[in-house]
């Protein structure tokens, strides 16, 4: 599987997307120095991301890697003119903190 694009952090760990081509979903992944340490599980719905899952690995948890994560998969969202659907239980509390991200929202029937 081949990355669509990746971004660079300002901390010099690098977030790739790697959409899988069908309805069934893709993955952002953060990576450092090539190791993947956390990721972002969507699945694409009618113009909108479903945010599923999001996990780090225990030895990154409490750095903010995870923030910055999310916040890359926001930038990328916006940048596709995509909705998000906060499925993951992680994205209500991340917006809560970031609410400049909260009209990418799709809102409920």
Do not use: K, N
């Not at 990746?6 to 901390?11: G, L, N, Q």
């Not at 952002?28 to 909108?48: I, S, T």
């Not at 690995?57 to 409490?62: A, E, K, L, N």
Request: aromatic share 8%; hydrophobic share 35%; proline share 7%.
């Amino acid at each position: 599987m081949t990355a669509e694009h990746s971004r660079a952090t300002p901390t010099g760990w690098s977030v790739e997307h790697l959409p899988d081509g069908s309805r069934s979903g893709g993955r952002f992944r953060a990576l450092e120095d090539g190791r993947e340490v956390a990721h972002l599980d969507y699945r694409p719905e009618d113009g909108a991301w479903d945010l599923l899952h999001t996990w780090a690995d225990p030895s990154v948890r409490g750095t903010g890697v995870s923030s910055r994560l999310v916040t890359a998969v926001m930038d990328a969202a916006r940048e596709a003119g995509v909705r998000i659907v906060p499925s993951c239980p992680y994205i209500p509390v991340w917006l809560q903190r970031h609410p400049g991200y909260l009209d990418l929202v799709q809102e409920s029937a």
